[in-house]
């Protein structure tokens, strides 16, 4: 299985940027899907998931109300639809997918997820 990730790029603070993540390979219809983000000299940290059955969706609380994580099951995608970035967005996203259902209490734990994705970097200027 491969995660491509893209979309990344410069914005100005309030502005939106689309992220998407293909999967290729043999990939579970049963799964988890969902974006993180690590900053210079940060840990990586959870920014939202979604399990593919039932579209049941959890987000980091900073990105709640801004972020929308969807999904395309005939492009077997993932997007992170980023409104109103701030400069704290700032950092590298990367996708994750995880065969087999999280519970969403665990959507956050990046050990828990089998694939990732390389990164595509965020900048948000103020």
């Known amino acids: 299985v491969q995660l491509q990730a893209c979309g990344g790029g410069l914005v100005q603070a309030g502005g939106s940027l689309r992220l998407s993540c293909a999967a290729s390979?043999?990939?579970?219809?049963?799964?988890?899907m969902g974006w993180f983000r690590q900053a210079p000299g940060k840990e990586r940290e959870f920014v939202a998931a979604?399990?593919?059955?039932?579209?049941?969706?959890r987000y980091a609380n900073s990105v709640k109300g801004r972020f929308t994580i969807s999904r395309d099951n005939a492009k077997n995608t993932v997007y992170l639809q980023m409104n109103n970035l701030k400069p704290e967005d700032t950092a590298g996203y990367y996708c994750?997918?995880?065969?087999?259902?999280?519970?969403?209490?665990?959507?956050?734990?990046?050990?828990?997820?089998?694939?990732w994705g390389q990164g595509t970097e965020v900048t948000v200027s103020s």
């Open positions: 994750a997918a995880r065969e087999g259902n999280l519970i969403t209490g665990s959507f956050g734990l990046p050990n828990l997820y089998n694939y």
């Open positions: 390979g043999r990939i579970s219809t049963q799964r988890t």
């Open positions: 979604m399990r593919w059955g039932d579209s049941n969706t």
